[in-house]
T-cell receptor
Framework: QKEVEQDPGPLSVPEGAIVSLNCTYS??????FMWYRQYSRKGPELLMY????GNKEDGRFTAQVDKSSKYISLFIRDSQPSDSATYLC?????????FGQGTILTVHP | SQTIHQWPATLVQPVGSPLSLECTVE??????LYWYRQAAGRGLQLLFY??????ISSEVPQNLSASRPQDRQFILSSKKLLLSDSGFYLC????????????FGQGTRLTVV
């Protein structure tokens, strides 16, 4: 079993839609969780960084962590074509980040 | 502010040739450093990480090695490349902490032919 599982998609939504991206994890040692956005042929860019159960909001993005069920989510409100990218979730434990395989998102006008 | 530089951006190498990819970080000291590989359509696989000069941890047995000759320099090497070494290689840095986010360079796309 992979430590971080993520539905690879692809996911296609119309502009303005609310997007929900999800991951599950199995490693109970994970303390911190991250969401990255990766455009084609570029390095991943950190979007959100959370360390506790609950919600964290930053503009149109909300990260949600439920440690009891080992479930993490990223919500994108009012999605834009510029949000089209691969989204990667990650958990960290003892200095090591473990990533899901990424979800490919396309927002069409 | 901190920046990370990784080069070259693309590289085409013949099978059996050596490899050296370099990564440097500016604007911080004593960072954690990481090398990841990303196969097409897949997530990031951690190859090596380092918490200090000369301290390298390997995550997967492979044809690659890493070195950290200076505090903010991380090098990925191979003596003889295999076709299976093709991929997108990413260097990243994190703050000196057990639980830290990582910040990535722009990557090197390596094609072994």
């Amino acid at each position: 079993q992979k430590e971080v599982e993520q539905d690879p998609g692809p996911l296609s939504v119309p502009e303005g839609a609310i997007v929900s991206l999800n991951c599950t994890y199995s490693n109970s040692a994970f303390q911190y969780f991250m969401w990255y956005r990766q455009y084609s042929r570029k390095g991943p860019e950190l979007l959100m960084y959370t360390y506790s159960s609950g919600n964290k909001e930053d503009g149109r993005f909300t990260a949600q962590v439920d440690k009891s069920s080992k479930y993490i989510s990223l919500f994108i409100r009012d999605s834009q074509p510029s949000d089209s990218a691969t989204y990667l979730c990650a958990g960290t434990s003892y200095g090591k980040l473990t990533f899901g395989q990424g979800t490919i998102l396309t927002v069409h006008p | 502010s901190q920046t990370i530089h990784q080069w070259p951006a693309t590289l085409v190498q013949p099978v059996g040739s050596p490899l050296s990819l370099e990564c440097t970080v500016e604007g911080t000291s004593n960072p954690n450093l990481y090398w990841y590989r990303q196969a097409a359509g897949r997530g990031l696989q951690l190859l090596f990480y380092s918490v200090g000069i000369g301290q390298i941890s390997s995550e997967v047995p492979q044809n690659l090695s890493a070195s950290r000759p200076q505090d903010r320099q991380f090098i990925l090497s191979s003596k003889k490349l295999l076709l299976s070494d093709s991929g997108f290689y990413l260097c990243a840095w994190g703050r000196q902490s057990l639980n830290t986010e990582a910040f990535f360079g722009q990557g090197t796309r390596l094609t072994v032919v």
